[in-house]
């Protein structure tokens, strides 16, 4: 039993995580620019880009998980990502740890057919450049294994919690949790792929545990086939006894309202992968650690039902 260390533990991903390497009865400390009040855990306060607060931080970490998922507002620009990502990989190296880094598909950009861990990067925002950026610094030091570590990716995804800067809970299951219409950016009838934060937690911990992880990219388990938003929002409705007719906002609308409201430009800024379909494949994860996903009837369904619990009002 090592340490597992979460960098960034006040991020999306962190708690499911958390709350899964607590039931593994793993050693965990959290690392966080700000503190965190968690019975039982380490927890330890520094600036990812400081490097010298990070390094003390990380100190005797077996595992350092680190998510690089920006959020859905305007806080993008706030955070030196690449010197962050330096900071990271240069931290694990000297404290001898294994790097699980979690990033999303935003570096893609447009891609027409299945997306695959060898697919281009082509991104077409600002996001997805830094991600490009980021994701690259990383496989450059595991082709020359001077690392060790993988490289965890994931598309759309949704979950039960209070996903603040996920999308997909926000725009679809906050909404209709209110007794409102669904939204969805410029087309809700193009197939794509979700993935559950329960799997992702999963996932993550068997990438960390397993040394034929080591120098690869993975991406995140997601059911199969992959399925219209309209088809996902009209489950999540049922489920939630909400309005089943989703309000799909055009491209020239989410232009006009940036002036008005600061998290739109983030959104704007990442829906030129919104106009086609985004088919994202986890068929290499599946068949190397046998794993099957959860089927989105059951997903969609249990985070349908940990929203009806909440008490009315709003709590993003």
Same mark, same amino acid.
């Given at each position: 039993?090592?340490?597992?260390?979460?960098?960034?533990?006040?991020? !999306?991903?962190?708690?499911?995580?958390?709350?899964?390497?607590?039931?593994?009865?793993?050693?965990?400390?959290?690392?966080?620019?700000?503190?965190?009040?968690?019975?039982?855990?380490?927890?330890?306060?520094?600036?990812?880009?400081?490097?010298?607060?990070?390094?003390?931080?990380?100190?005797?970490?077996? %595992?350092?998980?680190?998510?690089? +998922?920006?959020? =859905?507002?305007?806080?993008?620009?706030?955070?030196?990502? +690449?010197?962050?990502?330096?900071?990271?990989?240069?931290?694990?190296?000297?404290?001898?740890?294994?790097?699980?880094?979690?990033?999303?598909?935003? $570096?893609?950009?447009? %891609?027409?057919? %299945?997306?695959?861990?060898?697919?281009?990067?082509?991104?077409?925002?600002?996001?997805?450049?830094?991600?490009?950026?980021?994701?690259?610094?990383?496989? @450059?030091?595991?082709?020359?294994?001077?690392?060790?570590?993988?490289?965890? @990716?994931?598309?759309?995804?949704?979950?039960?919690?209070?996903?603040?800067?996920?999308?997909?809970?926000?725009? +679809?299951?906050?909404?209709?949790?209110?007794?409102?219409?669904?939204?969805?950016?410029?087309?809700?009838?193009?197939?794509?792929?979700?993935?559950?934060?329960?799997?992702?937690?999963?996932?993550?911990? +068997? $990438?960390?545990?397993?040394?034929?992880?080591?120098?690869?990219?993975?991406?995140?388990?997601?059911?199969?086939?992959?399925?219209?938003?309209?088809?996902? &929002?009209?489950?999540?409705?049922?489920?939630?006894?909400?309005?089943?007719?989703?309000? %799909?906002?055009?491209?020239?609308?989410?232009?006009? !309202?940036?002036?008005?409201?600061?998290?739109?430009?983030?959104?704007?800024? &990442?829906?030129?992968?919104?106009?086609?379909?985004? &088919?994202?494949?986890?068929?290499?994860?599946?068949?190397? =650690?046998?794993?099957?996903?959860?089927?989105?009837?059951?997903?969609?369904?249990?985070?349908?039902?940990?929203? !009806?619990?909440?008490?009315?009002?709003?709590?993003?």
């Amino acid at each position: 039993m090592g340490l597992h260390t979460l960098v960034g533990a006040d991020g !999306m991903i962190s708690s499911e995580l958390l709350m899964l390497l607590k039931q593994r009865k793993e050693n965990v400390r959290l690392v966080s620019s700000t503190p965190l009040q968690f019975a039982e855990i380490e927890h330890r306060t520094a600036d990812i880009q400081h490097y010298e607060q990070l390094l003390k931080a990380v100190a005797g970490s077996t %595992v350092i998980y680190l998510s690089a +998922i920006f959020p =859905f507002d305007s806080e993008f620009g706030a955070i030196d990502w +690449i010197t962050a990502m330096r900071n990271v990989i240069n931290a694990s190296k000297e404290s001898c740890a294994k790097l699980v880094y979690l990033d999303q598909a935003h $570096l893609y950009g447009k %891609v027409s057919g %299945v997306i695959a861990e060898d697919t281009p990067y082509r991104p077409c925002s600002d996001a997805g450049v830094t991600a490009a950026r980021m994701a690259t610094l990383l496989q @450059r030091e595991m082709e020359e294994g001077t690392i060790k570590a993988t490289i965890a @990716r994931m598309t759309d995804f949704f979950g039960p919690g209070l996903l603040a800067f996920c999308k997909t809970n926000r725009m +679809i299951f906050h909404n209709l949790w209110q007794r409102k219409r669904a939204r969805w950016l410029i087309d809700a009838d193009n197939l794509r792929t979700f993935n559950y934060c329960p799997d992702i937690a999963n996932a993550l911990y +068997i $990438l960390a545990s397993n040394k034929v992880a080591n120098g690869h990219i993975w991406h995140m388990p997601a059911a199969k086939p992959a399925i219209p938003v309209r088809q996902f &929002i009209q489950l999540a409705s049922i489920y939630m006894e909400a309005p089943d007719k989703p309000l %799909v906002i055009p491209s020239w609308l989410l232009k006009a !309202m940036q002036p008005f409201d600061p998290s739109i430009q983030a959104v704007h800024e &990442i829906s030129c992968q919104e106009g086609n379909s985004f &088919i994202f494949s986890s068929e290499k994860f599946e068949k190397t =650690f046998h794993f099957s996903p959860t089927p989105y009837h059951v997903s969609i369904k249990e985070t349908a039902e940990w929203y !009806m619990k909440q008490e009315k009002g709003p709590f993003l």
